[in-house]
Each structure stands twice: as C-alpha cells, then as structure tokens.
C-alpha cells in the first residue's frame, strides 16, 4: 500500500504565509509527478501546481508567483511554500502523487486526505 500524509495547514491573514508538506510512504518504487490539489467548497477541485521528477513544475494562474513547489525525491516527499495568501485561497489542499509501487506493476494515482487552509480577511 501506498499513503500520501499531508501537514501544514491552518489558519492564515490575508497576506500571509504557509507552507504545505505531503510525504509518501509505503511499497513505493518510483514516483513521476506529484501536485497539489485544492477544493473550496461548493466547486470543483482544481489543480494548483505540479512538479514532475525532474523538477519541471506547472501552476495554476490564480497562483502563479505566489505559490512554489517543489519535492525532495530521497524523502518522496512534495512541498507547496504559499505566499501572499488571499482569502480566495481558502481551501481544502490535497496532496496528489502518481506512484509505481503498493503491489502494483503499473503507476496509480494517490491522494492524501487533504489539510485544510484558511485565509481570513
């Protein structure tokens, strides 16, 4: 089995910052891309950002040059350092990874539980 264990979230003023953490752990023997997700409620989720193995990245334009991620690839672990939060920015965060492991001979898609963010104005 694989499990993607988010942290960081909270409770955050508008401008400020956070930092999200999701690491896999499991039967895990490769991971391509990894993302954030995120859902306000009563919408859709919605992708945020992206980064694949070899640290190409792709972001959503509601958070481009607010939001960075990154991932250390020792410790399969994907990072989203969020600046200049707005309240628009409250959501649920989830932490998404396509993984080649937990039993499997082919890659699957993972999600965490989500943490929660919470900009207030």
């Known amino acids: 089995q694989v499990q993607l264990v988010e942290s960081g979230g909270g409770l955050v003023q508008d401008g400020g910052s956070l930092k999200l953490s999701c690491a896999a752990s499991?039967?895990?023997?490769?991971?391509?891309?990894m993302g954030w997700y995120r859902q306000a409620p009563g919408k859709q989720r919605e992708l945020v950002a992206s980064i694949n193995r070899g640290g190409t990245t792709n972001y959503a334009d509601s958070v481009k040059g607010r939001f960075t991620i990154s991932r250390d690839n020792a410790k399969n672990t994907v990072y989203l350092q969020m600046n200049s939060l707005k309240p628009e920015d409250t959501a649920v965060y989830y932490c998404?990874?396509?993984?080649?492991?937990?039993?499997?001979?082919?890659?699957?898609?993972?999600w965490g539980r989500g943490t929660q963010v919470t900009v207030s104005s």
């Open positions: 499991g039967s895990i023997l490769s991971i391509n891309d």
């Open positions: 998404n990874a396509v993984v080649l492991g937990g039993g499997h001979v082919y890659f699957a898609n993972y």
